[in-house]
């Protein structure tokens, strides 16, 4: 199986890249210089040279705040970027898997939510993440939407935020007001890899198991780490971001569960090896 993947410098793109030894197909994996998804012409360009069997589509516009003042930008690459990809993958019969995510929802539920509720996305990004689902639904038949949350791995994310921090304050404040599941991008690059081999076409949650806050995740990562730093509880109205997110945002892997269980391990587990490899000093970076 010969399989390209978009965004290869993200966190997830990066998971690709650490698999690829064991993958016993061919993964393509590219960087935004090399494969601009916005770009329709370099998009068909690198279709008809690789003919990918399927595309896992990671690259995206993230920057949640940023995009309440660049909503163009947000949606012309996860709408418009996403809609050059599907077309693709149209035209080359490839299967798709789009990268979606918990801001999807509105947090006004205060269980899991399943891929049977309904989205209602409240910020720029979130919005703009539906928009591509419908998209590549429209277009694409041979489609997985992946939906994730509170992604981290090799790149920026909240787990070296905060060990960054904890290495130059005495105390921290972190939000304990918004509820979500931390996954780890090295768990979710093997859940992807299982379903593409499939053809359970639709739309999955693919997340770690159980749930916490940001100040709940804060803690176990010091805890995990050894670092004595304390951290403070705070309400998300303590700091001003642009976006509203939503309070609750926790995935329930309900589609693996009903076909055939949920093998995502909990994310205290997951964070414990994501922290064990980490190779020494990165998070000072
Ligand atoms: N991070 C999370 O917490 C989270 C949660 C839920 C869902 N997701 C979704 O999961 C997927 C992977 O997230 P991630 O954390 O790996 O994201 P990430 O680290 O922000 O990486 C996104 C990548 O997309 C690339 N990109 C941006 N515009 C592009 C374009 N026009 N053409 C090609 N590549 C472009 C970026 O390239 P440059 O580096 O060159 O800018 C970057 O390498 C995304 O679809 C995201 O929406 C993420």
């Known amino acids: ?70 909503p163009e930008e947000a949606f012309r690459v996860n709408v418009i970027g996403t809609r050059n990809i599907a077309a693709a993958c149209l035209q080359y019969d490839s299967k798709l898997v789009y990268l979606s995510s918990d801001y999807v929802f509105d947090g006004r539920q205060s269980r899991p939510y399943t891929e049977f509720d309904c989205p209602n996305p409240l910020n720029v990004y979130g919005r703009s993440k539906l928009e591509g689902e419908f998209i590549a639904a429209r277009i694409c038949p041979r489609l997985f939407i992946v939906r994730t949350s509170w992604l981290y791995g090799d790149g920026h994310n909240f787990v070296r935020t905060i060990l960054k921090l904890a290495r130059e304050r005495e105390y921290l404040t972190v ?81 693996l569960e009903l076909s055939g269980g949920d093998y995502f391990r909990c994310w205290q587990e997951a964070l414990a090896d994501y922290i064990a490899k980490m190779p020494l000093g990165i998070s000072e970076r």
């Open 175 to 255: 939000v304990n007001d918004q509820t979500g599941t931390p996954t780890y991008a090295a768990d979710l690059a093997q859940g992807i890899m299982a379903l593409i081999e499939t053809d359970g076409f639709g739309t999955y949650h693919l997340s770690n198991g159980g749930y916490c806050t940001w100040y709940d995740f804060a803690q176990e990562i010091l805890r995990l780490a050894g670092l004595p730093t304390v951290v403070q509880p705070v309400s998300t109205g303590t700091f001003a971001a642009a976006a509203l997110r939503p309070r609750y945002s926790v995935l329930r892997n309900y589609m």
């Open 1 to 70: 199986m010969k399989i390209i993947v978009t965004g290869g410098a993200g966190q997830l793109g990066r998971a690709f890249a650490a698999l690829a030894g064991s993958f016993a197909g061919q993964l393509v994996i590219l960087e935004s210089h090399a494969l601009d998804v916005t770009n329709l012409a370099q998009v068909h360009s690198i279709f008809h040279q690789v003919r990918p069997d399927a595309v896992i589509h990671a690259a995206a516009y993230t920057a949640v705040d940023a995009a309440e003042a660049a």
